[in-house]
């Protein structure tokens, strides 16, 4: 039974003991400490997953505490104890690393929440960095960030596929992360110290494609000044990484496929064989199989290319990953900006998560980095988001077909709307009562069964403790 151990620290005893008492009905570890010095002390011998603290305490006060913990464990999330009224303190600390704060007199359903959110935030950064720690010798996957089955299963196929030389194609929508993907191939394989050049097949003119893929001798056409390497002889030894393939025209396709299956080609204006070896990496947000049913690709250069096929979830298909994505983003774009934002509130990242995404992991990158960028507080709220994610976002209890547009042409993803809407009332319900899935899936009026299965198939599992009776069902 891995219970979440939490230290709370306060000078005055009624304090620690309504905390203790509290947390450990709630299912935690209760660790209390008087004050700041003692608090230090068991810090440096032991691990907690959550520190909650008092800001004003003799010896060593609250801020010090913070600060010291901050450089003993900088992701060791924090909650202070203010006093009411006294907010200016409170955002203070917040300004120097707190996850949050709560004010007395204590609002019993508040501190659970933030507490619950806290632990969550620390479980999804333990999680990546174990992640990243495990795959990192094998992975050089930068950005790549996610948790979810559809990553898990792509992570393992780059693990697979890396180490051989044959081509790859990687689909998805625009926005799923296909480069970062075909990079990460790239630099887990024998190639890794080669280059790794990219193409974007649909930002170069047509009448200048062949000259850019394949080079051109001087004065083969006017402008031709030199000799020029095109982007294939640059890639020899390496990898080329075509980018929007489905733009690549039909002319070039034959001149492709020739490539492929010889492995040489002719400069433009020049009558000389040049040898190259590259791994060709491509990717498409086109149905490319449609494409050649339509005559507008090659079906034997698509079966060339189609050897090993990646698909990219959209991230509505994996939303459990857009907390840790954001929280990444976050930390980028406040570096980066030199703009102190500490958090995501509760309420933002409720809106966050339940936002579609057309434009996929790209589109949340670039809202995070507006909102960083624009927001005046020390922590992103709902209101900081773009107007067009407040108007579309339903709270989970106020769900309304009659709202809900359906567009003529396209329709809506109806289990996608649905699922939202229940994996919503369970996080609620498992902040109500603290991650024990008995009582939430009394909350809901659901079997314990019922309950235990849609925690593993919405990926709660981080909201969640085991109980009694869900250790008696796994036993049993």
Known sequence: ?????????????????FFEIMLKREGYQVVCAPN????????????????ISDIQMPEVSGMELLVKVKEMDPELPIIMITAFGSTDTAVEAMKLGAH????????????????????????????????????????????????????????????????????????????TGKELIARAVHYNGPLKNRPFVTVNCGAIPENLMESEMFGHRKGSFTGAIADKKGLFEVANGGTIFLD?????????????????????FKRVGGTEDIQV???????????????????????????????????????????????????????????????????????????????HYPGNVRELENIVERTVALEPGPAILPESLPRHMMESHQPAGQLDANKIEIDEENGIELEALVGDFERALLVRALQQTGGVKKRAAKLLNISFRSMRYRVDKYN???????DEDDREEKLG
């Open 1 to 17: 039974m891995n219970l979440r151990r939490i230290l709370v620290v306060d000078d005055e005893e009624s304090i620690r003991e």
């Open 36 to 51: 700041g010095r003692e608090a230090l002390d068991f810090l440096r011998k032991n691990q907690v997953d959550l520190v």
């Open 100 to 175: 949050d704060y709560i004010q007395k007199p204590f609002k019993l359903e508040e501190v659970k929440i933030v507490i619950a959110h806290a632990l969550e935030q620390r479980i999804l950064k333990l999680e990546n960095a174990q992640l990243k720690k495990e795959l990192g010798s094998k992975y050089a996957f930068d950005n790549i960030i996610g948790g979810a089955p559809p990553m898990l299963r792509i992570y393992e196929m780059v693990r697979r596929i890396a180490n051989t030389k044959s081509s790859v194609l990687i689909t998805g929508e625009s926005g």
């Open 244 to 264: 929007e393939l489905g733009e690549l025209p039909l002319s070039m396709q034959v001149k492709l496929l020739r490539v492929i299956q010889e492995g040489t």
């Open 277 to 355: 070896e590259v791994r060709i990496i491509s990717a498409t947000n086109k149905d490319l199989e449609a494409e050649v049913k339509g005559g507008r690709f090659r079906e034997d250069l698509f079966y060339r290319l189609n050897v090993i096929q990646i698909q990219c979830p959209p991230l509505r298909e994996r939303r459990e990953d857009i907390p840790m994505l954001a929280n990444h983003f976050l930390e980028k774009f406040s570096k980066a900006l030199g703009i102190d934002v500490k958090k995501i509130s509760n309420e933002a990242m409720e809106v966050l998560r339940s936002y």
């Open 460 to 466: 709660l599992g981080s909201l969640s403790v085991d």
